[in-house]
């Protein structure tokens, strides 16, 4: 497949790590994504993409139009289908808030057609996108649909998340919420409370998924891999803690998962980052 997304321009780049539109023939079909510091809105532009949750009480899905995803806690997974072609969001934790209208923490954990969050507009958007035969068209298409969207006044409380947000996103998550708090002259509950909000989570939990997303990001499958060292330098100090985290978030056990990376190992520059691995 081919991946090509770039960074959108200001003022939508402080919510949006970047858009992007896939094509192609999938060299693995089934994938399984453990939770990453971002949420996310698809366009699909070809047949339905089926997705799974980890929760077994949640029925699998069958999205053939475009749905947004919040923040996971969770890994899932979902199957592509013979031929991809889509285009997609990727927001920063806190992105997608100024974008919906509506409480974020409602889309954490969830897939929910676009339909239901701009309302009767799924089609109109994906026949716009998918008119262009080029990936730079239909990215041009997506950021001015993108930018007509953007809210004019933030909702309240998002420039502090923002802060915040950006204060665990450079620092890997290794700020102490309580110091989060202390800077920004707030409570922690009431931290946590704007979090809820406009992120779907805690910055605790936020933390957490930044913090593991380092250390995954930091695995050389090329070489030997010192588990207790990359371990340590990403901010766990309890080895139980960091194996039962590792094995909730991918399914896997540390040598497990690095046996699946050097089977599988991935395509320079796609995905962007390392979380998604092959689950056939």
Known sequence: ??????????PLDRFIDDIYCLTGVPRHRRMNVPPMPSAHLFLNLGDPVRVWDSDPSVPPA???DGWFMGVWTRRFLYEYPARVRLVGVHFKPWG???????????????????????????????????????AAEALRALEAELRSRLADAPPGGLDLVRHTGGRLETSCGAVPVRALADAAGVSGNHLATLFKAHVGVTPKRVARIYRFARLILSVDALRPVDWSDLAHTAGYFD?????????DFTG????????????????????????????D
């Open 239 to 247: 080895r139980a803690h960091f194996s039962r985290e590792f094995k």
């Open 62 to 64: 069958d999205l053939a």
């Open 252 to 279: 896997h056990t540390p040598t497990e998962y690095l046996a699946l990376r050097r089977r599988f190992p991935a395509e320079p520059g796609f995905p962007p980052d390392d979380g998604p691995m092959p689950a």
């Open 96 to 134: 997608m808030s100024p974008f919906v209208g509506m409480p974020v923490d409602e889309l954490r954990n969830r897939w929910v057609p676009v339909d239901a969050v701009w309302r009767r507009s799924v089609d109109r958007i994906r026949n716009r996108v998918g008119e262009f035969a080029s």
């Open 1 to 10: 497949m081919e991946y090509v997304g770039r960074v959108p321009a200001p």
